[in-house]
């Protein structure tokens, strides 16, 4: 303690300020990490779980097991196993200064669509966007940029590239909360002015193609008998296709919302697994808010009664 405090007094500038600023930054990543997981913990459980058939449109939480959708498969791009979803990096070792560290040259996260099965019904899970805590993750090493086989996720002296993967598989359990939305079916929401608006916008963004077909006397413009043309003919667009919507069987979806307090999660681990991650987190965070403030302070103080 002695040391310490002598330390504190009379350190020279250069080993004290820089202490002091890691410090602080300790201090403010505790205190705003403890709040960001003390948030994600709260809106878990006070959210409840629904089951596919009966659920509300809206924000809310689902469980029951991933699945992948009819059509092309989805397989992870360095073990070439299948699965629901991905996130996978290949790292370099690099020297600078003396230090070895590795960099990050390539990634990739998958954001392909699949399903989650439950009881009463399925559901799409569109992953773009989500917070994924993934079933395994596989870390191993080699000597090319490109990996073989995955074989072991023990450190291997003398290799170049280290790999990782993160995957979710078919039939594992999964815990989903976003945004749920039934999109066709005869109940779709259609606000036809604001749809062939719209198209309308798409069209004039592409001022030669609505030339090359609605300027029939060829004057190089639209004029207002040709352009009546074009808006009956996005009119008549959108009503072919809110009529293959209507027709089509209803799609159950989850996927982001675009509010922040409202986190898109998708989880190997149940909600109660995450409820309980989240505060020890949230607690652990507090905890370092709190001493490395303490002592920050303490050390300050030290130094400017010396």
Same mark, same amino acid.
């Given at each position: ?12 500038p ?38 596919? !058939?009966s ?8 469980t ?20 629901t ?18 960099a ?6 998958s ?111 639209i ?34 919302t675009r ?10 681990v ?5 409820i ?26 030290? !130094?400017?009664?010396?």
């Amino acid at each position: 303690m002695f040391v310490l405090i002598e330390w504190a007094r009379y350190s020279a500038p250069d080993d004290f300020w820089p202490i002091v600023i890691i410090l602080i930054i300790l201090c403010v990543t505790g205190f705003f990490g403890a709040f960001y997981y003390f948030h994600r913990m709260r809106v878990l459980a006070d959210i409840p779980t629904s089951k596919i !058939r009966s659920a509300a449109q809206g924000y809310l939480e689902l469980t029951g097991e991933g699945a992948l959708m009819e059509g092309p498969q989805i397989f992870a791009p360095l073990t070439g196993k299948l699965c629901t979803w991905y996130h996978y990096m290949i790292q370099e070792r690099r020297r600078s200064r003396r230090k070895s560290h590795w960099a990050t040259i390539e990634q990739g996260t998958s954001d392909e669509l699949f399903l989650l099965i439950d009881e009463t019904g399925k559901c799409v899970i569109d992953p773009e966007g989500a917070s994924v805590i993934p079933s395994q993750t596989d870390t191993w090493y080699g000597s090319s940029k490109r990996p073989g086989k995955s074989t072991s996720a023990s450190f291997l002296g003398g290799k170049r590239y280290r790999y990782i993967e993160k995957r979710m598989h078919p039939g594992e359990p999964l815990f989903a909360i976003g945004l749920y939305q039934t999109v066709g079916g005869a109940s779709s929401d259609f606000n036809m002015n604001s749809q062939v608006s719209d198209l309308l916008k798409v069209w004039k963004s592409d001022s030669e193609s609505l030339l090359k077909k609605f300027d029939t006397n060829k004057d190089g413009q639209i004029d207002m008998q040709e352009w009546e043309n074009v808006r009956k003919t996005a009119l008549n667009e959108i009503i072919d296709k809110h009529k293959e919507i209507t027709t089509a069987p209803p799609v159950n979806l989850l996927g982001r919302t675009r509010d922040r307090r409202r986190p898109f999660i998708l989880s190997y681990v149940s909600q109660e697994g995450l409820i309980k991650r989240y505060k020890l987190l949230s607690y652990g965070l507090i905890s370092l808010f709190f001493t490395s403030g303490t002592f920050v302070t303490w050390i300050l103080n030290l !130094r400017l009664s010396a």
